[in-house]
Every structure is written in C-alpha cells, then in structure tokens.
C-alpha cells in the first residue's frame, strides 16, 4: 500500500465518522417572557452511550445544558436554567440537540455555544439571542441655552436591531421641521430644514452606542421648541422628545444692558446735580467744573465698555 493510498483511506475514515454541527444561519430575536428554541443538530444520528452535549453561555462559561452518557444531567446545570432549559429528549436519538429556553429575560441575551462531543468526533456552533425590544428616551428636563451657545438634545436607542436597518429622523414638533436625519448607516446632513443645515450633528462616536443625541450649534432665540428624534427599526417606531427652553440672556448681554443703564442714569444725575449748583451759585467754579468733565466723560466710558461686551457676544457666534 503506498502512502498516497494511506491518506486517502484515513481521510475517508475521518469523513466517514466525522460529523458537522448546524446551528440558526443569524442571531434569534424573540420577545421577554417567551419561550426560544436554539437549534443545534448534527448531519447524522449518534450513538448516544458515549455523547456528550453542553450548552453553555459563551461569556461566563456557565453551563446551561448537559447531556452525558444517555441523559440528561440537570444537578450540573446552573440553578437559573433548572426550570427553563430543555432539550427535545425524542429528538437526541436523531442527532437533534437543539434546546429550548423558557420566560426569556433580558440578561439572557448573549451567545451560547452547543458542543458535541463523541468518541470520533468533535464540534461546536455559536447561536446569539436577542431580545426584541425598541426603547427611545429623549432628555428628562428641559435644556436652556443662551443665544449663540451649543446645546445637546438627548436620544438613547436601545434596540435588537441592527444599525443599518434603523431610521432616525430629529424633527422639530411644531412644523414638522426636519432637523438631522440617520438612515442606512448614514448621516445625511443635507436633507435638514435649510435653518439648521450646518448647525446640527450627531456625535459619530456614540452612534454605535445607541446615543442619537442631537448637537445644536450656535443657537438662536428662534430655535425654542419641542424637538422630536423618532426611530424605526424593522416593524417598530418609537419616539422621545426634548425642549429647549425660552433662551434668557447670558452674563455678558447682562453687562452691556448694565452699561448702557449706568450711562443713562449717570447722565442725568449729573446733568441734575449740574444744574443745581449752578443755581445755587454756592460752589466755587472747579466742582463745576469738575462735574462738567464727568458729564462729558463718564456715560461715554460707560457706553464704550457697553460696546465693547456686545461686540464680545456678538463674535462668539
Ligand atoms: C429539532 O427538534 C426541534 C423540536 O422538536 C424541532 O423544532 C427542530 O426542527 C428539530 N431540528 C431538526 C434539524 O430536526
Ligand atoms: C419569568 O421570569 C420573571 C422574572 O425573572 C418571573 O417573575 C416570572 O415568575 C417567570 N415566569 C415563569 C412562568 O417562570
Ligand atoms: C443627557 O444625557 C446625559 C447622559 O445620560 C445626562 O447626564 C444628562 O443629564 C441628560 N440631559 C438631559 C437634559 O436630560
Ligand atoms: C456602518 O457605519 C459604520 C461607521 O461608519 C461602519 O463602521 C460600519 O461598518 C457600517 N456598517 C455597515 C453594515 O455598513
Ligand atoms: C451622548 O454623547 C454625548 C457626547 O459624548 C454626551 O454628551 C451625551 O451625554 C450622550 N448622551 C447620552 C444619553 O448618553
Ligand atoms: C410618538 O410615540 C407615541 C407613543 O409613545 C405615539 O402615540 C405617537 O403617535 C408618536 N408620534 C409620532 C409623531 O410618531
């Protein structure tokens, strides 16, 4: 016998006991509190005397399900998956060890792995769950901004669905004013209302987090309003919502209103004082003189630091 003819023949052997276990093509969605079936089966029926079958919970390792030498072993299992982890037990024989899990949670999504394990052969598969859910939640409180500052609108998604598959659409409520729109894994800022065309974005990074918060650039007193970032993920639609409050003024436009008040006031309390002494005739000449100086000088130092600090707010925009 030549060795060509060797290694054809142990090949053969190899395939001929040798066995591939299937598993679900994709990840299995299925809602809380159901029951979900994860497929797991050979190609071929086994001789069930010296199998062994485990499932167990990719992360941890904890076990789920174990069958060895012709049973099931439920004293191994984790206490958790006492009650709610099944195997089809007419099926083993037909190589099926598929199982199923009860009262699905939502810690139970996480991928499991089935192992076969016979005298020839050995083989494992991978099956994910999710558990089907669209939750959208908007800001808590309403946000406030002063005329051009930059606000964030909170929206977290929590969701089963893939991203490319979600549509996220940030309106503004009254108008129905399109702000930012998320579709097929794409931002697409050109489809905005042209008034927040260059203002608007997401924060890329948090996208794959599920954070479709919106970042309001530059804002104006027109933007106040309530602002929706609804989502559509496969057959589910859900929505939140975030205001933005009435924009009061900031500490600089507080200031200049400040100004320009002192210089009115200061203005006419001089012109006052002014025109009494000069009826008095009491004081000498240098106090009005003095007080003639100060009228001339002190609003318009007053208005000058006025435009100065407008200028200020201005610029930041
Ligand atoms: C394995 O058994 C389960 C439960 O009876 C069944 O739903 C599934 O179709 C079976 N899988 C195969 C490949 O026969
Ligand atoms: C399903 O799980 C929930 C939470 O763990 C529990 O309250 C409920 O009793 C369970 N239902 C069944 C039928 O086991
Ligand atoms: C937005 O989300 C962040 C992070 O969760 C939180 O700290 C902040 O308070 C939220 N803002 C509003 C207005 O809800
Ligand atoms: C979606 O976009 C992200 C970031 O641009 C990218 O990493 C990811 O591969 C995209 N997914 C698909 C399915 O195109
Ligand atoms: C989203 O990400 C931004 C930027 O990191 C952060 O400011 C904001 O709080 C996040 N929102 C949520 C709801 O986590
Ligand atoms: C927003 O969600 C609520 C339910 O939470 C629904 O009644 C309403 O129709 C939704 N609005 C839009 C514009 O989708």
């Known amino acids: ?152 609108l909170n929206c977290s998604v929590d969701t089963h669905v ?25 931002t697409l800022p050109d489809a905005a209302d042209e008034q927040y065309r260059d203002r608007v974005e997401f924060f890329t990074a948090e996208i794959p987090k599920g954070n479709f918060s919106l970042r309001l650039k530059s804002v104006r007193t027109e933007d106040k309003g309530v602002y929706m970032c609804q989502v559509f993920a496969g057959e589910l639609s859900a929505n939140a919502t975030a205001v933005l409050e009435q924009l009061g003024f900031s500490s600089l436009h507080i200031a200049v209103l400040f100004f320009c008040v002192a210089a009115a006031i200061g203005a006419v309390l001089l012109l006052c004082c002014l025109i009494y002494c000069r009826s008095n005739n009491t004081d000498n000449n240098s106090t009005i003189w003095n007080l003639q100086l100060s009228l001339v000088f002190c609003p318009n130092i007053c208005m000058f630091f006025a435009f100065i600090l407008w200028g200020l707010t201005e610029g930041e925009c």
Request: proline share 5%.
């Open 1 to 152: 016998m030549d060795i060509l003819t060797c290694i054809c023949m142990s090949v053969l052997m190899m395939v001929g006991d040798g066995f591939i276990v299937h598993g679900p093509p994709g990840p299995l969605v299925a809602p809380l509190g159901s029951s979900v079936v994860l497929p797991c089966y050979v190609d071929k029926p086994l001789p069930v005397d010296d199998l062994e079958v485990e499932w167990r919970r990719t992360d941890s390792e904890t076990l789920v399900h174990l069958f060895l030498n012709g049973e099931s072993r439920p004293e191994a299992q984790q206490e958790d998956y006492h009650d709610r982890a099944h195997f089809f037990t007419d099926q083993i024989q037909h190589g099926n060890f598929s199982l199923r899990l009860d009262n699905l949670t939502a810690e139970d999504e996480a991928e499991y792995t089935c192992k076969v394990d016979s005298q020839q052969d050995s083989g494992e598969i991978v099956v994910q769950i999710k558990h089907e859910r669209l939750i959208v939640s908007g800001s808590d409180r309403s946000v406030s901004a002063y005329d051009g500052e930059d606000v964030t």
């Open 162 to 186: 893939q991203l490319e598959d979600i549509d996220i659409s940030w309106i503004r409520t009254d108008g129905d004013i399109l702000v930012l729109l998320f579709q097929n894994n794409e």
